[in-house]
């Protein structure tokens, strides 16, 4: 949450003041959302698959007799795992964005940092405060309740995280269009990166959908 609200304010005020070394640490803050996302989810991974029914979104959805392959996908099958898992996807997408374009387009990145950020600070609040996966019981119980029959089909274990990549990575171009608004880059230039990073996420997206229709 910390390094998330840094890269908002660094991106913005680094962009206002142009100062590079200011600008520089948003960017840096941003792919340390990333790391730090990638451990949590990780870690949520790990009780999952140890079956560490402490952990209440373990206990209420997972159980010893489930495949692995549902434990796996049982991460994204409950509310609180869900939002974990697409903050993690929004800041691989952030990640991926700030290594790209860490030299090209110098007026519009600062914002595109900072727009992205702030919706990673967004979910990571709710996993805080609203929604934390983390959250133990008083006890363990012997065995958890095990992942909705209605989940356990094999394609439910793609569908989720296809159209996860394809509506989280709509914050690229999002983020593209809000920074040519603010600094009035309102030509073509934004464009290029922005259609790229449409093409990406609708191709995931689509993939989704006919999944999901065939589940």
Do not use: F, T
């Given at each position: 949450l910390v390094a998330a609200g840094h890269a908002v304010?660094?991106?913005?005020?680094?962009?206002?003041?142009?100062?590079a070394s200011l600008i520089r640490s948003g960017e840096n803050a941003a792919i340390l959302v990333c790391i730090l996302l990638s451990i949590a989810v990780g870690s949520l991974w790990f009780s999952l698959l140890t079956h560490d029914f402490r952990v209440q979104f373990v206990a209420e959805n997972s159980n010893r007799a489930m495949p692995i392959f549902y434990v796996i996908a049982a991460l994204w099958g409950g509310q609180s795992g869900s939002l974990l898992f697409w903050s993690w996807l929004l800041s691989v997408y952030g990640l991926a964005v700030a290594l790209m374009y860490r030299h090209q387009y110098r007026g519009l990145m600062p914002y595109v940092v900072a727009s992205m950020a702030t919706s990673s600070f967004f979910f990571v609040l709710l996993n805080l405060f609203a929604a934390d996966p983390f959250k133990r019981l008083a006890f363990a119980p012997?065995?958890?309740?095990?992942?909705?029959?209605?989940?356990?089909?094999?394609?439910?274990?793609?569908?989720?995280?296809?159209?996860?990549?394809?509506?989280?990575?709509?914050?690229?171009p999002f983020a593209f269009g809000i920074a040519a608004l603010l600094t009035r880059h309102t030509d073509n230039s934004w464009l290029r990166p922005a259609r790229r990073w449409t093409l990406i996420p609708w191709t995931f997206l689509g993939a989704g959908l006919l999944l999901g229709g065939k589940w």
């Open positions: 304010v660094a991106s913005v005020v680094g962009a206002r003041r142009q100062h012997p065995d958890g309740r095990g992942l909705n029959p209605l989940l356990q089909h094999p394609i439910m274990a793609i569908h989720p995280p296809l159209l996860y990549l394809g509506m989280v990575g709509m914050a690229v």
